[in-house]
Structure formats: structure tokens, C-alpha cells
């Protein structure tokens, strides 16, 4: 996955981590916890906050 697959990761984190609010999540471990999914292999350094504010939008839609 790359940062830009935000639904592939959206629902990777809500299996990875089902009784989190994503609402709650800083974007600090955010950032962390989508480094840390196995099947993503993009570069750190392409993520911003702007992906990271659609991956958790993405996330608290498929949390609903």
C-alpha cells in the first residue's frame, strides 16, 4: 500500500485496531500505525498532514 491507497488503509487500521476511536488518534501514531501495517511500503517521507487528516476521515467512516 502507498499513502495514497487512504481506503486500504482506513480498513487495515480499523482490523489492526478495532476498539480505537479514530477520532482519538493523534497524528503522530497515526502515522505510526500505518508504517506499521505489513502490507505498506511507501515512503515516509510522502506523508503530510493532509493525508493523514483523509486516512482518518476514511478510518471514522468505516468505523460508522
Known amino acids: 500500500m502507498k499513502w495514497t491507497d487512504i481506503s486500504d488503509i482506513a ?3 480499523s482490523e489492526a485496531h478495532p476498539d480505537t476511536d479514530p477520532l482519538k488518534v493523534n497524528f503522530v501514531d497515526l502515522r ?6 505489513e502490507d505498506f511500503d511507501d515512503d515516509p517521507k510522502h506523508c503530510g498532514e493532509k493525508i493523514l487528516e483523509a486516512i482518518q476521515q476514511a478510518w471514522i467512516d468505516e468505523a460508522a
Open 11 to 13: 480498513i487495515e487500521l
Open 32 to 37: 505510526d500505525w500505518v508504517l506499521a501495517l
